[in-house]
């Protein structure tokens, strides 16, 4: 199999931000714990903080299958509703 990457963009409300990293922390520590997956990490943009960027990698597509359907991810989905300024853009290499 293949490695997948996953870059998923985040434009979040500006007086949403500490809530919204909060919400990633029960997130990045579990899928770090993933058995397929290789990296997990979340950049904030140094211009404008209320972007934000996950860059994933996986071991292959079935690492990031059990990835979308975690505990730990639809938890994030649900804990972060209300808190976006647009909708997140997610690409898939």
């Given at each position: 199999?293949?490695?997948?990457?996953?870059?998923?963009?985040?434009?979040?409300l500006a007086e949403k931000q500490a809530?919204?990293?909060?919400?990633?922390?029960?997130?990045?520590?579990?899928?770090?714990?993933?058995?397929?997956?290789?990296?997990?990490?979340?950049?904030?943009?140094?211009?404008?903080?209320?972007?934000?960027?996950?860059?994933?990698?996986?071991?292959?597509?079935?690492?990031?299958?059990?990835?979308?359907?975690?505990?730990?991810?639809?938890?994030?989905?649900?804990?972060?509703?209300?808190m976006l300024a647009e909708e997140m853009?997610?690409?898939?290499?």
């Amino acid at each position: 199999m293949e490695k997948k990457t996953i870059v998923a963009r985040a434009k979040v409300l500006a007086e949403k931000q500490a809530a919204f990293l909060n919400a990633t922390e029960a997130l990045i520590q579990g899928t770090r714990a993933e058995r397929g997956n290789i990296s997990y990490t979340l950049y904030q943009s140094t211009e404008n903080p209320s972007d934000f960027i996950f860059y994933e990698e996986y071991k292959d597509e079935n690492a990031m299958s059990v990835h979308a359907t975690s505990k730990h991810f639809k938890s994030f989905v649900e804990t972060i509703d209300g808190m976006l300024a647009e909708e997140m853009v997610i690409e898939s290499f």
